[in-house]
Protein backbone atom coordinates (compact mmCIF):
# COMPACT_ATOMS: atom_id res chain seq x y z
CA UNK A 1 0.00 0.00 0.00
CA UNK A 2 2.72 2.38 0.89
CA UNK A 3 4.94 1.53 -2.42
CA UNK A 4 0.96 1.92 -4.36
CA UNK A 5 1.02 5.59 -2.22
CA UNK A 6 4.45 6.65 -3.29
CA UNK A 7 4.00 5.86 -6.78
CA UNK A 8 0.57 7.72 -6.78
CA UNK A 9 2.56 10.87 -5.53
CA UNK A 10 5.23 10.35 -7.88
CA UNK A 11 2.78 10.16 -10.81
CA UNK A 12 1.36 13.27 -9.53
CA UNK A 13 3.82 15.69 -9.07
CA UNK A 14 5.13 14.60 -12.67
CA UNK A 15 1.63 15.63 -13.88
CA UNK A 16 1.41 18.71 -12.22
CA UNK A 17 4.98 19.86 -13.53
CA UNK A 18 4.38 18.81 -16.67
CA UNK A 19 1.12 20.93 -16.60
CA UNK A 20 2.70 23.74 -15.02
CA UNK A 21 5.67 23.63 -17.70
CA UNK A 22 2.85 23.44 -20.76
CA UNK A 23 0.90 26.81 -18.38
CA UNK A 24 4.75 28.49 -18.08
CA UNK A 25 5.57 28.06 -21.88
CA UNK A 26 1.80 29.27 -22.84
CA UNK A 27 2.17 32.23 -20.81
CA UNK A 28 5.52 33.04 -22.45
CA UNK A 29 4.39 32.26 -25.53
CA UNK A 30 0.71 34.47 -25.58
CA UNK A 31 2.12 37.15 -23.14
CA UNK A 32 6.28 37.90 -23.30
CA UNK A 33 7.78 39.35 -26.11
CA UNK A 34 11.60 38.75 -25.85
CA UNK A 35 14.10 41.00 -27.92
CA UNK A 36 17.93 41.73 -28.01
CA UNK A 37 18.90 45.10 -27.93
CA UNK A 38 22.43 45.63 -29.14
CA UNK A 39 24.37 48.71 -27.62
CA UNK A 40 27.16 49.07 -29.92
CA UNK A 41 29.86 51.09 -30.61
CA UNK A 42 33.56 52.28 -30.35
CA UNK A 43 35.36 52.46 -27.52
CA UNK A 44 34.44 55.70 -25.45
CA UNK A 45 31.69 56.19 -26.87
CA UNK A 46 29.60 55.85 -23.96
CA UNK A 47 27.76 52.23 -23.57
CA UNK A 48 28.02 51.86 -20.24
CA UNK A 49 26.44 54.62 -19.20
CA UNK A 50 23.68 54.60 -21.91
CA UNK A 51 22.47 51.42 -20.12
CA UNK A 52 22.75 52.51 -16.68
CA UNK A 53 20.55 55.68 -17.48
CA UNK A 54 18.44 53.79 -20.18
CA UNK A 55 17.78 50.98 -16.94
CA UNK A 56 16.88 54.04 -14.38
CA UNK A 57 15.18 55.73 -15.98
CA UNK A 58 12.68 52.49 -17.14
CA UNK A 59 12.58 51.98 -13.73
CA UNK A 60 11.60 55.31 -12.15
CA UNK A 61 8.75 55.64 -15.38
CA UNK A 62 7.69 52.57 -13.93
CA UNK A 63 7.48 53.77 -10.70
CA UNK A 64 5.29 57.08 -12.12
CA UNK A 65 8.05 59.35 -12.78
CA UNK A 66 7.79 61.16 -15.93
CA UNK A 67 11.77 60.56 -16.73
CA UNK A 68 11.13 59.45 -20.57
CA UNK A 69 8.36 61.71 -21.93
CA UNK A 70 8.13 60.40 -25.79
CA UNK A 71 8.11 57.17 -23.75
CA UNK A 72 5.50 58.34 -21.32
CA UNK A 73 3.37 59.32 -24.20
CA UNK A 74 3.55 56.44 -26.13
CA UNK A 75 2.10 54.16 -23.27
CA UNK A 76 -0.81 56.65 -22.50
CA UNK A 77 -3.88 55.59 -22.70
CA UNK A 78 -6.98 58.50 -21.66
CA UNK A 79 -4.43 59.74 -18.96
CA UNK A 80 -3.39 56.71 -17.51
CA UNK A 81 -0.24 55.05 -18.13
CA UNK A 82 -0.52 51.29 -19.58
CA UNK A 83 3.47 50.79 -17.73
CA UNK A 84 2.64 48.60 -14.39
CA UNK A 85 6.26 48.05 -13.72
CA UNK A 86 9.94 47.88 -15.17
CA UNK A 87 11.51 45.58 -13.46
CA UNK A 88 15.62 43.42 -13.45
CA UNK A 89 15.24 40.11 -14.42
CA UNK A 90 17.67 38.12 -11.33
CA UNK A 91 20.56 36.61 -13.18
CA UNK A 92 20.32 33.08 -13.67
CA UNK A 93 22.31 30.70 -14.94
CA UNK A 94 24.23 32.83 -18.03
CA UNK A 95 27.80 31.97 -18.16
CA UNK A 96 28.89 35.25 -18.69
CA UNK A 97 29.15 38.18 -16.03
CA UNK A 98 25.87 40.09 -14.78
CA UNK A 99 26.25 43.93 -15.51
CA UNK A 100 26.66 45.11 -12.30
CA UNK A 101 23.79 47.98 -12.05
CA UNK A 102 23.33 48.91 -8.64
CA UNK A 103 27.65 49.36 -8.20
CA UNK A 104 27.28 51.76 -11.36
CA UNK A 105 24.23 53.81 -9.81
CA UNK A 106 25.68 54.38 -6.74
CA UNK A 107 29.25 55.37 -8.34
CA UNK A 108 26.82 58.56 -9.51
CA UNK A 109 24.96 59.02 -5.99
CA UNK A 110 28.20 59.41 -4.44
CA UNK A 111 28.83 63.32 -3.11
CA UNK A 112 32.06 62.84 -5.43
CA UNK A 113 30.16 61.25 -8.26
CA UNK A 114 32.47 60.02 -10.89
CA UNK A 115 31.89 58.44 -14.48
CA UNK A 116 31.63 54.14 -14.58
CA UNK A 117 34.79 52.68 -15.16
CA UNK A 118 35.68 51.69 -18.89
CA UNK A 119 34.49 48.40 -19.77
CA UNK A 120 36.93 45.35 -19.32
CA UNK A 121 35.05 42.18 -20.01
CA UNK A 122 31.41 41.08 -21.40
CA UNK A 123 28.50 41.49 -19.00
CA UNK A 124 24.54 41.07 -19.41
CA UNK A 125 21.32 42.79 -18.17
CA UNK A 126 18.31 41.85 -19.03
CA UNK A 127 15.21 44.08 -18.25
CA UNK A 128 10.68 43.62 -18.20
CA UNK A 129 8.41 45.96 -19.09
CA UNK A 130 4.82 45.07 -17.88
CA UNK A 131 2.43 46.22 -20.07
CA UNK A 132 -1.32 46.64 -19.91
CA UNK A 133 -2.80 45.85 -22.98
CA UNK A 134 -5.44 47.93 -24.87
CA UNK A 135 -9.10 47.53 -25.88
CA UNK A 136 -10.67 44.12 -26.01
CA UNK A 137 -6.89 42.58 -25.39
CA UNK A 138 -7.35 44.27 -21.51
CA UNK A 139 -9.46 40.59 -20.81
CA UNK A 140 -5.89 39.01 -21.45
CA UNK A 141 -4.29 40.49 -19.11
CA UNK A 142 -0.60 42.28 -18.96
CA UNK A 143 2.13 41.04 -21.39
CA UNK A 144 5.73 41.85 -20.59
CA UNK A 145 8.38 43.49 -22.73
CA UNK A 146 11.89 41.54 -22.17
CA UNK A 147 15.23 43.74 -23.26
CA UNK A 148 18.21 41.52 -23.13
CA UNK A 149 21.19 43.93 -23.29
CA UNK A 150 24.43 43.46 -23.42
CA UNK A 151 27.92 45.56 -22.79
CA UNK A 152 31.37 44.55 -23.50
CA UNK A 153 34.84 46.32 -24.76
CA UNK A 154 34.03 48.49 -27.63
CA UNK A 155 37.53 47.72 -28.89
CA UNK A 156 36.38 43.87 -29.29
CA UNK A 157 33.87 45.07 -31.85
CA UNK A 158 36.18 46.68 -33.84
CA UNK A 159 37.51 42.71 -34.74
CA UNK A 160 34.21 41.76 -36.41
CA UNK A 161 35.90 42.82 -40.06
CA UNK A 162 39.00 40.46 -39.31
CA UNK A 163 37.07 37.62 -39.62
CA UNK A 164 36.94 37.58 -43.37
CA UNK A 165 40.34 38.88 -43.54
CA UNK A 166 43.52 35.82 -43.79
CA UNK A 167 46.72 37.31 -42.61
CA UNK A 168 47.89 38.91 -45.81
CA UNK A 169 44.99 40.62 -46.49
CA UNK A 170 45.23 42.37 -42.66
CA UNK A 171 48.60 42.50 -43.51
CA UNK A 172 48.65 44.57 -46.33
CA UNK A 173 45.69 46.72 -45.60
CA UNK A 174 47.47 47.37 -41.70
CA UNK A 175 50.56 48.30 -43.27
CA UNK A 176 49.50 50.47 -46.09
CA UNK A 177 47.67 52.23 -43.67
CA UNK A 178 50.68 52.50 -40.60
CA UNK A 179 52.27 54.21 -43.68
CA UNK A 180 50.37 57.48 -43.76
CA UNK A 181 52.49 60.29 -43.55
CA UNK A 182 51.15 61.61 -40.40
CA UNK A 183 51.73 58.75 -38.57
CA UNK A 184 55.01 58.03 -39.54
CA UNK A 185 56.64 59.42 -35.98
CA UNK A 186 53.99 57.33 -34.08
CA UNK A 187 54.70 54.05 -36.54
CA UNK A 188 58.20 54.60 -38.21
CA UNK A 189 59.68 52.43 -35.28
CA UNK A 190 57.80 49.51 -36.17
CA UNK A 191 57.69 49.64 -39.81
CA UNK A 192 61.46 49.61 -39.97
CA UNK A 193 61.77 46.66 -37.52
CA UNK A 194 58.61 44.20 -39.87
CA UNK A 195 60.91 45.61 -42.55
CA UNK A 196 63.58 43.70 -41.47
CA UNK A 197 61.74 40.61 -41.16
CA UNK A 198 61.56 38.16 -43.90
CA UNK A 199 58.06 35.48 -43.41
CA UNK A 200 60.32 32.71 -44.07
CA UNK A 201 62.73 33.02 -41.68
CA UNK A 202 62.99 30.56 -38.51
CA UNK A 203 61.23 31.42 -35.87
CA UNK A 204 62.67 33.18 -33.22
CA UNK A 205 59.99 33.97 -30.24
CA UNK A 206 62.11 36.63 -28.38
CA UNK A 207 61.72 38.17 -32.39
CA UNK A 208 58.13 37.72 -32.36
CA UNK A 209 57.70 39.09 -28.78
CA UNK A 210 59.38 42.05 -29.63
CA UNK A 211 57.37 42.55 -32.83
CA UNK A 212 54.11 41.72 -31.18
CA UNK A 213 55.13 44.78 -28.00
CA UNK A 214 55.68 46.89 -30.89
CA UNK A 215 52.97 47.05 -32.35
CA UNK A 216 51.01 47.08 -29.06
CA UNK A 217 52.91 50.17 -28.51
CA UNK A 218 51.87 51.65 -32.08
CA UNK A 219 48.34 51.25 -31.34
CA UNK A 220 48.32 52.84 -27.89
CA UNK A 221 50.31 56.17 -29.58
CA UNK A 222 47.82 56.31 -32.46
CA UNK A 223 45.18 56.17 -30.24
CA UNK A 224 46.40 59.00 -27.60
CA UNK A 225 48.20 60.93 -30.66
CA UNK A 226 45.20 61.34 -33.14
CA UNK A 227 42.61 59.67 -31.55
CA UNK A 228 41.93 57.07 -33.89
CA UNK A 229 39.32 54.22 -32.77
CA UNK A 230 39.55 51.39 -35.69
CA UNK A 231 42.92 49.94 -34.38
CA UNK A 232 43.09 45.85 -34.97
CA UNK A 233 42.88 43.45 -33.12
CA UNK A 234 40.85 45.26 -30.48
CA UNK A 235 41.93 43.10 -27.85
CA UNK A 236 45.93 43.91 -28.14
CA UNK A 237 44.23 47.49 -26.83
CA UNK A 238 41.86 45.23 -24.35
CA UNK A 239 42.54 41.62 -23.88
CA UNK A 240 39.68 41.17 -21.22
CA UNK A 241 39.72 37.47 -20.36
CA UNK A 242 42.48 36.30 -22.42
CA UNK A 243 45.14 38.20 -20.44
CA UNK A 244 48.64 37.72 -22.33
CA UNK A 245 48.10 33.95 -24.10
CA UNK A 246 50.50 33.06 -26.60
CA UNK A 247 48.37 33.35 -29.62
CA UNK A 248 47.68 36.89 -29.46
CA UNK A 249 51.51 37.13 -29.96
CA UNK A 250 51.14 38.08 -33.46
CA UNK A 251 51.63 41.27 -35.94
CA UNK A 252 51.14 42.34 -39.14
CA UNK A 253 53.74 41.11 -41.88
CA UNK A 254 54.00 41.54 -45.49
CA UNK A 255 54.78 38.32 -47.40
CA UNK A 256 52.56 35.58 -45.92
CA UNK A 257 50.29 35.17 -48.70
CA UNK A 258 51.99 32.06 -50.54
CA UNK A 259 53.13 28.50 -48.90
CA UNK A 260 55.54 28.63 -45.76
CA UNK A 261 57.39 26.21 -43.81
CA UNK A 262 56.74 25.09 -40.80
CA UNK A 263 58.65 26.57 -38.17
CA UNK A 264 58.97 30.00 -40.14
CA UNK A 265 58.32 33.08 -38.48
CA UNK A 266 55.08 34.17 -41.05
CA UNK A 267 54.00 30.39 -40.63
CA UNK A 268 53.80 31.16 -36.87
CA UNK A 269 51.92 34.72 -37.07
CA UNK A 270 49.87 33.14 -39.59
CA UNK A 271 48.74 30.31 -37.35
CA UNK A 272 48.33 32.71 -34.27
CA UNK A 273 46.22 34.96 -36.27
CA UNK A 274 43.50 31.61 -37.63
CA UNK A 275 43.75 30.59 -33.66
CA UNK A 276 42.55 34.53 -32.76
CA UNK A 277 39.93 34.58 -35.24
CA UNK A 278 38.61 31.00 -33.67
CA UNK A 279 38.75 32.13 -30.06
CA UNK A 280 37.24 35.37 -30.79
CA UNK A 281 34.18 34.04 -33.24
CA UNK A 282 33.45 31.09 -30.72
CA UNK A 283 33.50 32.74 -27.55
CA UNK A 284 32.09 36.46 -28.36
CA UNK A 285 30.83 36.83 -31.82
CA UNK A 286 28.92 33.64 -32.92
CA UNK A 287 27.59 33.60 -28.98
CA UNK A 288 26.26 37.22 -27.97
CA UNK A 289 25.83 38.75 -31.48
CA UNK A 290 24.14 36.71 -33.62
CA UNK A 291 20.60 37.14 -32.72
CA UNK A 292 19.66 41.12 -32.25
CA UNK A 293 16.44 42.33 -33.13
CA UNK A 294 17.08 45.87 -32.05
CA UNK A 295 20.28 48.01 -32.44
CA UNK A 296 22.16 51.70 -30.90
CA UNK A 297 25.11 52.66 -32.41
CA UNK A 298 26.40 55.07 -30.30
CA UNK A 299 28.92 57.52 -32.47
CA UNK A 300 31.01 59.94 -30.48
CA UNK A 301 30.88 62.50 -33.54
CA UNK A 302 32.24 65.56 -31.93
CA UNK A 303 35.42 63.43 -30.04
CA UNK A 304 36.31 62.54 -33.52
CA UNK A 305 35.49 66.02 -35.11
CA UNK A 306 37.65 67.65 -32.99
CA UNK A 307 40.79 65.01 -33.26
CA UNK A 308 41.31 65.90 -36.48
CA UNK A 309 40.93 64.55 -40.20
CA UNK A 310 42.51 61.27 -38.98
CA UNK A 311 40.25 60.53 -36.51
CA UNK A 312 36.63 61.84 -38.51
CA UNK A 313 37.93 59.58 -41.21
CA UNK A 314 38.56 56.65 -38.95
CA UNK A 315 35.63 56.60 -37.08
CA UNK A 316 33.74 57.33 -40.35
CA UNK A 317 35.09 53.92 -42.10
CA UNK A 318 34.87 51.73 -38.32
CA UNK A 319 30.95 52.95 -38.36
CA UNK A 320 30.51 51.07 -42.06
CA UNK A 321 32.34 48.07 -41.84
CA UNK A 322 30.88 47.60 -38.93
CA UNK A 323 27.93 47.95 -40.09
CA UNK A 324 27.73 46.07 -43.14
CA UNK A 325 29.40 42.54 -40.84
CA UNK A 326 26.36 43.39 -38.46
CA UNK A 327 23.62 43.46 -40.69
CA UNK A 328 25.07 40.54 -42.99
CA UNK A 329 27.03 38.29 -39.88
CA UNK A 330 30.36 37.01 -40.79
CA UNK A 331 32.14 34.18 -42.36
CA UNK A 332 32.11 33.05 -46.06
CA UNK A 333 29.12 30.61 -45.51
CA UNK A 334 27.59 33.62 -44.57
CA UNK A 335 27.89 36.31 -46.79
CA UNK A 336 29.09 34.14 -50.11
CA UNK A 337 32.66 34.83 -49.80
CA UNK A 338 34.99 31.93 -51.29
CA UNK A 339 38.71 32.23 -51.91
CA UNK A 340 38.89 33.79 -55.42
CA UNK A 341 38.68 30.83 -57.75
CA UNK A 342 38.63 27.90 -56.36
CA UNK A 343 35.05 26.78 -57.69
CA UNK A 344 35.84 26.91 -60.92
CA UNK A 345 38.83 24.28 -60.03
CA UNK A 346 36.09 21.68 -58.88
CA UNK A 347 34.76 19.24 -61.71
CA UNK A 348 31.25 20.33 -62.94
CA UNK A 349 29.04 17.84 -61.07
CA UNK A 350 30.90 18.35 -57.89
CA UNK A 351 31.18 22.66 -58.19
CA UNK A 352 27.42 22.17 -59.06
CA UNK A 353 26.17 20.16 -55.66
CA UNK A 354 28.69 22.24 -53.45
CA UNK A 355 27.26 25.58 -55.31
CA UNK A 356 23.90 24.45 -54.26
CA UNK A 357 24.88 23.27 -50.99
CA UNK A 358 26.33 26.86 -50.25
CA UNK A 359 23.17 28.40 -51.33
CA UNK A 360 20.86 26.36 -48.81
CA UNK A 361 23.38 26.78 -45.85
CA UNK A 362 23.64 30.48 -46.53
CA UNK A 363 20.09 30.41 -46.24
CA UNK A 364 19.69 28.86 -43.82
CA UNK A 365 22.53 30.28 -41.64
CA UNK A 366 21.45 34.38 -42.70
CA UNK A 367 21.22 36.31 -39.36
CA UNK A 368 17.86 37.56 -38.90
CA UNK A 369 17.99 40.98 -40.47
CA UNK A 370 17.50 43.88 -37.43
CA UNK A 371 14.59 45.79 -37.09
CA UNK A 372 15.69 49.16 -36.54
CA UNK A 373 18.67 50.77 -36.15
CA UNK A 374 19.58 54.39 -34.06
CA UNK A 375 22.23 56.06 -34.57
CA UNK A 376 23.24 58.54 -32.01
CA UNK A 377 25.86 61.18 -31.27
CA UNK A 378 26.59 60.97 -28.17
CA UNK A 379 27.76 63.78 -25.40
CA UNK A 380 25.16 66.62 -27.00
CA UNK A 381 25.61 67.94 -23.67
CA UNK A 382 28.82 69.53 -24.50
CA UNK A 383 26.65 71.53 -27.36
CA UNK A 384 24.18 74.41 -26.76
CA UNK A 385 20.37 73.73 -27.96
CA UNK A 386 20.60 75.69 -31.20
CA UNK A 387 23.55 74.06 -32.61
CA UNK A 388 22.48 70.02 -31.96
CA UNK A 389 20.91 69.74 -35.65
CA UNK A 390 23.81 70.55 -37.29
CA UNK A 391 25.45 67.56 -35.15
CA UNK A 392 22.68 65.58 -35.82
CA UNK A 393 23.03 66.61 -39.82
CA UNK A 394 26.54 65.91 -39.06
CA UNK A 395 26.02 62.62 -37.68
CA UNK A 396 23.64 61.68 -40.58
CA UNK A 397 26.93 62.51 -43.46
CA UNK A 398 29.03 60.40 -41.15
CA UNK A 399 26.64 57.55 -41.11
CA UNK A 400 25.51 58.33 -44.59
CA UNK A 401 27.35 54.27 -46.13
CA UNK A 402 26.90 53.00 -43.10
CA UNK A 403 22.98 54.11 -43.33
CA UNK A 404 22.74 51.95 -46.79
CA UNK A 405 24.52 49.18 -45.61
CA UNK A 406 21.65 48.57 -43.21
CA UNK A 407 18.68 50.14 -44.97
CA UNK A 408 19.43 46.98 -48.12
CA UNK A 409 18.30 45.36 -45.51
CA UNK A 410 14.64 47.66 -45.25
CA UNK A 411 15.85 47.96 -41.45
CA UNK A 412 14.40 51.23 -40.16
CA UNK A 413 17.32 53.66 -39.59
CA UNK A 414 17.29 57.01 -37.60
CA UNK A 415 19.37 59.87 -36.41
CA UNK A 416 19.58 61.34 -32.76
CA UNK A 417 21.75 63.32 -30.90
CA UNK A 418 21.30 62.43 -26.95
CA UNK A 419 23.42 62.67 -23.39
CA UNK A 420 22.97 59.75 -21.33
CA UNK A 421 23.71 61.56 -18.57
CA UNK A 422 23.20 65.28 -18.72
CA UNK A 423 25.95 67.28 -17.07
CA UNK A 424 25.66 70.93 -18.41
CA UNK A 425 23.50 74.04 -18.74
CA UNK A 426 22.88 76.03 -21.88
CA UNK A 427 24.42 79.65 -21.03
CA UNK A 428 24.97 82.62 -22.68
CA UNK A 429 28.34 84.20 -23.02
CA UNK A 430 29.22 87.97 -23.58
CA UNK A 431 32.10 88.12 -26.22
CA UNK A 432 33.43 91.44 -27.33
CA UNK A 433 29.93 92.70 -26.49
CA UNK A 434 28.35 90.13 -28.34
CA UNK A 435 25.88 87.22 -26.90
CA UNK A 436 27.34 83.66 -28.00
CA UNK A 437 25.59 80.47 -26.81
CA UNK A 438 27.51 77.98 -24.90
CA UNK A 439 27.45 74.98 -22.30
CA UNK A 440 28.73 75.17 -19.23
CA UNK A 441 29.42 72.08 -16.67
CA UNK A 442 32.07 71.50 -13.56
CA UNK A 443 35.33 69.78 -14.58
CA UNK A 444 36.57 68.77 -11.48
CA UNK A 445 35.67 67.83 -7.73
CA UNK A 446 34.64 70.76 -5.40
CA UNK A 447 35.30 73.09 -8.59
CA UNK A 448 33.11 75.98 -10.22
CA UNK A 449 31.10 75.09 -13.36
CA UNK A 450 33.14 76.44 -16.05
CA UNK A 451 31.75 77.20 -19.80
CA UNK A 452 32.40 75.54 -22.95
CA UNK A 453 32.00 76.51 -26.55
CA UNK A 454 32.06 73.85 -29.38
CA UNK A 455 32.56 76.63 -31.78
CA UNK A 456 30.57 76.13 -35.28
CA UNK A 457 29.90 72.46 -35.86
CA UNK A 458 29.89 71.57 -39.94
CA UNK A 459 26.45 70.46 -40.97
CA UNK A 460 27.58 68.18 -43.59
CA UNK A 461 29.93 67.93 -46.13
CA UNK A 462 33.49 69.12 -43.91
CA UNK A 463 35.63 71.56 -46.17
CA UNK A 464 39.30 71.52 -46.17
CA UNK A 465 39.80 74.36 -44.39
CA UNK A 466 38.11 73.09 -41.03
CA UNK A 467 40.97 70.42 -41.03
CA UNK A 468 43.40 73.69 -40.58
CA UNK A 469 42.43 74.72 -36.76
CA UNK A 470 44.02 73.20 -33.85
CA UNK A 471 42.72 69.99 -32.73
CA UNK A 472 41.52 69.73 -29.17
CA UNK A 473 40.09 67.33 -26.61
CA UNK A 474 36.41 68.20 -24.96
CA UNK A 475 36.06 68.82 -21.73
CA UNK A 476 35.22 65.94 -19.39
CA UNK A 477 32.44 67.35 -17.04
CA UNK A 478 31.64 65.66 -13.94
CA UNK A 479 28.26 64.00 -14.21
CA UNK A 480 25.72 65.34 -11.38
CA UNK A 481 25.55 63.87 -8.30
CA UNK A 482 21.71 61.59 -8.55
CA UNK A 483 19.06 60.77 -5.52
CA UNK A 484 21.00 57.78 -3.57
CA UNK A 485 18.16 56.03 -4.22
CA UNK A 486 17.75 56.52 -8.06
CA UNK A 487 14.00 56.64 -8.12
CA UNK A 488 13.68 60.38 -9.45
CA UNK A 489 15.20 58.61 -12.94
CA UNK A 490 18.66 60.36 -13.99
CA UNK A 491 18.53 63.73 -16.06
CA UNK A 492 19.53 63.22 -19.92
CA UNK A 493 19.09 64.91 -23.01
CA UNK A 494 16.78 62.73 -25.87
CA UNK A 495 17.48 59.31 -24.46
CA UNK A 496 13.32 59.10 -24.65
CA UNK A 497 13.69 59.92 -28.10
CA UNK A 498 16.20 57.07 -28.69
CA UNK A 499 14.54 54.47 -26.73
CA UNK A 500 11.10 55.04 -28.37
CA UNK A 501 12.40 54.97 -31.93
CA UNK A 502 13.96 51.75 -31.17
CA UNK A 503 11.68 49.88 -29.17
CA UNK A 504 8.23 52.36 -29.65
CA UNK A 505 6.37 50.07 -31.76
CA UNK A 506 6.71 47.22 -28.93
CA UNK A 507 5.08 49.26 -26.51
Known amino acids: MTQDRSLGRWLWTGVRNIASGVSDNLDTAFNEQRIRLAVTGLSRSGKTVFI ?18 LVTRRLDSNGRSRLRRVTIDPAGVQTIPYFDFQTKLQALARADASWPPRTEDLSEISITLEIEREGLGQKLGARRVRMDILDYPGEWLLDLPLLDLSHAAWSEDTLERLRTPDMLPQTGKFLEFVRGLSPDGPVDEATVRRGHALYKETLSALRNSFGLRYLQPGRFLCPGPFGDAPFLWFFPMAGTDGPLPHGSIGRLLLDRFETYKREIRANFFDTYFKSFDRQIMLVDVLGCLYAGKLAFDDTAAAIHDLAVVLRDGWGSWARGRRPEGWLSDLPWPLSLSVNAASYVVSTLARNKPVDRVAFVATKADHVPELDRQALKSLLSHLAKSAAGAIEADRAKVSYHVAASIRSTEDVTLQID ?15 RARPFSPGQIPAAEIPDYFWDAAYFELPDFLPPRINPRGNEGIRHLALDEVLDAVIGDLL
Open 433 to 447: GRPMRAVQGVLTPGG
Open 52 to 69: TSMIQNLIALGQGRDTLP
